[in-house]
């Protein structure tokens, strides 16, 4: 309506605009010119400082707390819970516990051993480069403890995929295969591989796999021996700890993260699936690795000639093994030979390696096989007593694979005498629990990862006896049922070189781990089925190939993976279509040779990263265009969030993703829109004003949108200004709908990020919304309104930018009701995150504030993929039906992601359409196609391969809990936004009664008086209790809209690990952190306390205790707290001293402050966005959430976990 | 007057099952990836309304025309159509969503439902027909 104000670029407006602060306010910004800003950094930069010397606000905020001390507390909850502790401890524990404590014992000895190695390893591998060096030794310990999953060293949860244990094993049933490897060797150039039926392969493999072990006492030894042959599996393992790529030799790695690009001859995969499979059936295990080492040997070292050998740093009593083992550059011809001989190991592990190194891999990996055997051998005899006690560590060893892509064919061994051995064990839990924490020492290394293992965690097992994953759990009497460290993720049932192979289950789970053979075995299990995704997770070793043909198949378009089968020298069969496609492969610069399909990395890994022709490009690849769309109304401004953007945008502005191109603009908004002319070669900025809002426009076509890097002062001037340009403004209302359309229109031509910051329900122009909560209701136990969006202009504008290649980001900071239901409607469908800070203020609420920045940080400086698309295929049979994320589904499996970032995870669910009976495995693959921040196109593919199961007990065995739970969670939202939250609550409650009643029906022997559970579901009415309990879905407890609201977004749009943390966090006492069972991570050492209950009842007033909430770190003091802790730690000299609002730990030099610190920085270091501390002691504010999230008590709406139980219980007997 | 009725009812009909068939089309196009959900749902999306109008119409007229058989035939349909857009969602975007259209077998449940409905209008079609010509020839 108004007239254009500032449609006209004009100076003199824009210098108005500038200085509205009257005279004491430092707008210099008209006046300053490019040289200017640092003086204006000077102030600016004090403010942004005020964050951490929150102490002085403190006295601000005392006031409110006083209406939270009336919340129902501790006292309580805990006599609650000595109520039913009474009846609940059966006395039973302590006659297993005998047993656990000698595998205690022997697993402390371990851990210390490998201790020493830890140490002793590094000088070794001097030679090679540092993180070779710390996989070595990471490797080497874990190897040494088999048991103890100590994955210190790995950054990331690619490091782990090689389970050295488990390849050692590996080697040990390969030798089997040395015993005539002539004949397999002069085979191999002729037969090539024989041409099996689909799958026939695997097939094979697979039933062999499961044949009740004969050798398995044999086997056993073995792996026992191997375990407690440290050195030997030293030297394997640093080369197979390795990423997944697995290249086998560590300085490999290095040379790898420089040469991933290029194509690397990989030794075929498909042979060493053959070999083992036929050769696995005849199980002579150790007679046969004995005589290995001799022949070996020879051909190890004449074919090597050694170049890499100081990779390896041998432990002292391997050096006398022949040095070839390391030898990394062989000559081709004699590489590719005899590493296909060899078969799986070794040639897996070329695969990754770097160009040059991959021939040379398979020697490499023989000499290691040879010594291999040559240990086991010896060590069997020597180890041999020790079996019992290192069921421990076997536990571990078998762990490791789970976690780990590639897992070895050892697990069946050890996973066999688990379930013999671990069910004492289980039980011991309780009684032992300091012993424990030696014991275990802790597995939960990367946090990121969540799987390792603890002993007790899902193992998939396979045949014979039962498995343990099917051990029975009663629920009712087994009250410790929480591993000790993170819950695993349960490794598939699949033979060993293709469990080695698969995907991480960091980036790919399935709730199934063995999937039904028909939706009508599926519907009985009364679980759902569906896959975890996070595609595009921060990995630190990902093999990126440049290929000018990209090999795919012909009919369904997957990408080439590991889990083909091929037919001859050159075709191969689809493992999702089963067609028979011609070989694709051209020269392979690698071996300057044609053909060799199975060495080429994306054979050899089931994670892989493609960079793309043009064929992939529907236009040249964007640059990155940033857009800020901020809030300056007077609310805005009062909450002071400005200050805390600009300086954490000038902080990281350098750090922006993006190359030359990149592209950075701002738009503000109250109730009217604001454009700033930041064009090159200004003096200062341009302010351009819009109050049309009915109908907005751009002011000027170009310079709203300018280079970052030719503007650089520009922007830098506008930020400093921009915290103080708004100071007195009086406007309420909030136009954010024009705005937004403005910022549509501003980024269409390009694609690219708009981050809207807003503060307030908008209220002006297009998209305003009424605040439809009422306050009254939020407690209240019947029906949950609202959940759904007000309006759909937000999810029209989503659909506009998504089609325009925008993501929409929301960040709501808002201290009331701001609808975010239908605000988020704008991020969920154009792949956007959102990020919502409830009663955000920037000096009453230091918290909020210390996270926005935190958060920021990580916002601005992380990964970011543009103009996304992700495909998901499975193979025939299996059809998708639902997604759950933040994305638009643009056709059946393609979702299309304006933006991806590393933080967003999806879930899918899945039903069979066909019988699967005419297949053994199943593969998913997901391929995420983007435009790097650099201008690259890339493809990102993950494949996961599972085995087919035809009975139910099969079907439980293999269950995901943790997958289960979140995407019941993912579908529990969509139901309370369809239907009801009631109805969402009752579904979650009927997905534990079916599951567990039909398995109770299922199993015969049980007695129907119990409430028993699968080991692997046994945490499942727990983590349904917790969810009942989340912000999202509770009921009863006073829960703002927003709140629950914004809950329910992250359940959609968070990937599995930190969703489980937001679910059921983790709770340790931290008061008596010992050096005894401590991981080392970067020298550091992280003592690794264990994992309590959440309940009130663990709680004491003597202790601390820090909860691990994913976004938030809660430390709660207890009222008779060691004082030398809480002068150590918190720097107080006693409790009352301590300070209401307490947001980080003072850098004290004793050795519990150091522990406590070094163990939460690692905590932190281990998820994207670093959590905010809060330290609580009792009659704190915070303490109420700290409370809410001990969800085994009963509060005055829900149940306590007991009671849960046993209302499943009732439901089941009805 | 009965035949004027029936011819009304006829031409209407016919339109009917040309949306049918047309919904059919556009969802199959959909199904197979030839469109994309957006223009799918829009394009769909307008002919909801005249959907229920011209059934209603049909309804309608035969309860004014007493011809209670058929009356009660279409009233099911014709309230079923009037649910289906009452009950849509403030958030949505019409009675086809496109985020919502490919989860949950919406598609297939669409495309159920417009086949229904196609075979359901050839019947009453041929009823038009055949009551038309008995009303024809009545006269």
């Keep these: 309506m108004s007239a254009p104000a500032g449609l006209p670029p004009r100076p003199a407006a824009a210098a108005a605009a500038f200085s509205p602060g009257g005279p004491g306010s430092s707008l210099e910004a008209a006046a300053r010119a490019g040289g200017a800003p640092r003086c204006q950094n000077g102030p600016m930069q004090s403010q942004m400082q005020l964050p951490s010397g929150y102490g002085s606000h403190l006295p601000n905020y005392s006031a409110p707390s006083g209406h939270y001390s009336q919340v129902p507390n501790k006292a309580a909850a805990s006599h609650l819970d000595n109520q039913y502790r009474a009846s609940y401890y059966p006395g039973y524990y302590s006659a297993p516990a005998q047993n656990v404590m000698t595998s205690v014992g022997s697993n402390v000895l371990n851990a210390q051993e490998s201790h020493q190695l830890y140490n002793n390893t590094p000088p070794h591998s001097g030679g090679s480069s540092d993180r070779p060096v710390q996989g070595a030794v990471s490797s080497a310990s874990y190897l040494h403890v088999s048991a103890q999953p100590s994955y210190s060293a790995f950054d990331n949860h690619y490091s782990t995929s090689v389970s050295s244990s488990v390849a050692s094993q590996g ?6 295969h040395y015993a005539m490897p002539v004949v397999s060797g002069a085979m191999y150039p002729n037969v090539s591989y024989p041409p099996v039926a689909a799958g026939g392969v695997y097939g094979q493999t697979f039933t062999s796999q499961s044949l009740p072990a004969v050798g398995q006492f044999k086997e056993t030894n073995a792996f026992s021996s191997q375990s407690t042959s440290v050195p030997h599996s030293l030297q394997q393992h640093v080369p197979m700890g390795y990423n997944t790529t697995l290249s086998t030799v560590s300085s490999a790695q290095a040379v790898q993260d420089n040469l991933s690009r290029n194509l690397t001859g990989s030794v075929p995969k498909v042979n060493n699936q053959i070999n083992t499979g036929g050769i696995d059936s005849s199980q002579p295990v150790h007679s046969v690795s004995q005589n290995v080492p001799f022949t070996k040997p020879g051909v190890g070292t004449s074919a090597s000639s050694a170049v890499m050998s100081s990779v390896r740093s041998p432990a002292p009593s391997l050096s006398s093994k022949p040095p070839s083992s390391p030898s990394v550059t062989q000559s081709p011809e004699l590489a590719l030979q005899e590493g296909m001989q060899y078969g799986g190991y070794v040639n897996n592990q070329a695969s990754s390696a770097p160009a040059p190194l991959s ?8 000499d290691e096989e040879d010594e291999e055997a040559a240990l086991d051998s010896s060590s069997t005899t020597s180890s041999a007593s020790p079996v019992l006690n290192n069921y421990d560590a076997l536990e571990g060893g078998g762990y490791p694979e789970t976690r780990s892509v590639t897992s070895s064919p050892v697990p069946s061994p050890s996973v066999v005498q688990t379930s013999k051995a ?41 045949h014979s006896q039962q498995p343990e994953s099917l051990r029975p759990v009663n629920l009712t009497h087994d009250r410790n049922i929480l591993p000790v460290s993170s819950v695993p993720a349960p490794v598939p049932n699949l033979n060993s070189d293709l469990r080695k192979l698969n995907c991480s289950p960091d980036s790919f789970r399935c709730t199934l781990t063995n999937i039904p053979q028909t939706q009508a075995l599926l519907n009985k299990a009364k679980l759902p089925l569906g896959l975890l995704l996070h595609p595009f997770r921060d990995l630190t070793q990902l093999p990126v190939i440049t290929s000018s043909t990209i090999v795919r198949c012909r009919s369904c378009r997957t990408y080439i993976n590991p889990f083909v089968s091929f037919i001859d020298q050159r075709r191969w069969k689809c493992n999702l279509c089963y067609r028979v496609n011609d070989e694709e492969f051209m020269y392979n610069p690698l071996t300057r040779s044609y053909g060799e399909p199975h060495k080429r990395p994306e054979v050899q890994n089931s994670t892989v990263e493609f960079i793309a022709s043009s064929d992939y490009m529907l236009r040249p690849p964007q640059p990155a265009v940033y857009l800020f769309v901020l809030d300056v109304s007077h609310n805005a401004v009062e909450a002071g969030y400005l200050t805390i953007l600009c300086q954490s945008l000038l902080e990281n502005l350098d750090k922006l993703p993006g190359d030359s191109r990149t592209r950075i603009g701002f738009i503000t908004f109250d109730s009217t829109v604001q454009f700033y002319n ?91 919304l009424h605040s439809r909560e009422d306050p009254n209701q939020r407690s209240s136990t019947k029906v949950v309104q609202h959940l759904g969006p007000a309006t759909d202009f937000y999810k029209k504008l989503a659909l506009d930018c ?41 000096s009453h609420n230091p918290a909020q504030a210390e996270k926005l920045q935190k958060d920021l940080k990580r916002y601005l400086t992380r990964k970011i993929g543009f103009e996304a698309v992700m495909r998901i295929r499975c193979t025939k049979g299996l059809s998708i039906h639902t997604f759950h994320g933040n994305f638009f589904v643009r056709s059946t499996d393609l979702l299309s992601l304006a933006n991806v970032n590393p933080d967003a995870g999806y879930a899918v669910q899945m039903s069979i359409e066909e019988s699967l009976t005419d297949t053994s495995l199943v593969c998913f693959q997901t391929a995420l196609l983007y435009t790097s921040s650099k201008g690259e196109r890339r493809i990102r593919v993950h494949t996961l391969c599972l085995p087919v199961v035809s009975s139910l007990s099969d079907v439980y065995a293999g269950a995901d809990v943790q997958a289960v739970v979140c995407l019941l969670a993912n579908m529990a939202v969509d139901r309370s936004v369809s239907s009801s939250l009631a109805d969402a609550r009752d579904a979650l409650v009927n997905a534990v009664v079916d599951s567990l009643s039909a398995y109770m029906s299922t199993a015969s022997n049980l007695q129907q008086s119990m409430l028993v559970a699968p ?117 107080y000299p006693n409790y009352a001293s301590v300070p209401q609002k307490m947001t ?29 501390l809060q330290v609580i002691k009792d009659e704190n504010p915070a303490k109420t959430d700290f409370f809410q999230h001990l969800i085994e008590d009963r509060t005055e709406a829900a149940f306590s976990y007991y009671e849960f139980l046993l209302n499943i219980q009732q439901q089941i007997c009805k | 007057m009965e035949s004027v009725v029936f011819i009304f009812s006829l031409i209407d009909c016919c339109a009917l099952i040309f949306l049918s068939v047309y919904f059919i089309i556009t969802l199959s196009d959909l199904e ?108």
């Design chain 1, 1015 to 1131: 080991n692997s579901l046994k945490l499942f009415p727990l983590y349904i209790l917790a969810l009942l309990k989340q912000k999202a879905f509770r009921t009863g407890t006073s829960t703002r809209l927003d709140d629950r609201v914004y809950a329910m977004c992250q359940m959609k749009s968070q990937p599995l690990v930190h969703l489980m943390k937001m679910i059921h966090p983790n709770l340790y006492r931290i008061d008596k952190l010992t050096d005894e069972s401590t991981i080392h991570v970067n020298d550091r050492v992280v003592p690794q306390p264990p994992l309590q209950k959440l309940s009130a009842e663990k709680l004491t007033r003597e202790g601390a205790f820090l909860m691990d909430c994913g976004s938030i770190f809660y430390l709660w003091i207890g009222k008779n707290c060691d004082n030398n802790f809480i002068k150590d730690v918190l720097g």
């Design chain 1, 1144 to 1172: 980080q730990l003072p850098e004290v030099d004793a050795p519990s402050s150091e522990r406590t610190r070094s163990f939460i920085s690692w905590l932190r270091d281990s998820r994207p966005l670093s959590p905010v």
């Design chain 1, 678 to 768: 930041l064009q090159e070669g200004l003096s200062q900025p341009q302010m351009l004003i819009v109050s049309d809002i009915d109908d907005i426009f751009l002011p000027t076509p170009d310079s709203l949108l300018v280079n970052l890097h030719e503007s650089k002062e520009l922007i830098k001037d506008l930020l400093n200004a921009l915290p103080n340009m708004f100071t007195n403004t009086r406007e309420t209302h909030s136009a954010l709908g024009p705005a937004l359309q403005a910022a549509f229109k501003l980024m269409s031509p390009t694609g690219g990020r708009i981050s809207v910051f807003q503060t307030q329900l908008p209220s002006l122009g297009a998209g305003l």
């Design chain 1, 422 to 462: 671990s069910k004492p064990f289980g039980y011991g839990y309780p009684a032992l629990q300091p012993g424990y924490q030696n014991a275990t020492p802790p597995t939960p290394q990367y946090p990121g990862v969540n799987q390792l293992s603890s002993s007790l965690g899902g193992l998939s097992l396979q």
């Design chain 2, 32 to 139: 197979c990836d030839y469109i994309n959900a957006r223009s799918c749902c829009s394009k769909l999306n307008k002919w909801v309304v005249p959907e229920v109008i011209g059934h209603a119409v049909v309804t309608v007229l035969m309860l004014i025309s007493l011809h209670w058989f058929i009356f009660l035939l279409n009233l099911p349909v014709a309230t079923w159509n009037i649910y289906r857009y009452i009950m849509v969602p403030s958030g949505n975007m019409g009675v086809f969503d496109p985020t919502e259209i490919h989860n949950r077998g919406q598609l297939k449940s669409h495309m159920k439902e417009a086949m229904i409905k196609l075979g359901f209008h050839l019947l009453c079609f041929f009823m038009y027909l055949y009551s038309m010509i008995l009303a024809l020839i009545n006269d």
């Design chain 1, 802 to 842: 998504s089609g325009q290649q925008t993501a929409v980001d929301l960040f709501l900071l808002s201290s009331q009701y701001s609808d975010l239901a239908s605000l988020a409607c704008m991020s969920k469908y154009s792949a956007g995150c959102i990020y919502y800070y409830p009663s955000f203020h920037r």
């Design chain 1, 171 to 176: 080697f040990a049933r390969n030798s089997d």
């Design chain 1, 359 to 366: 021939s040379s891999s398979d020697d490499e990996e023989e």
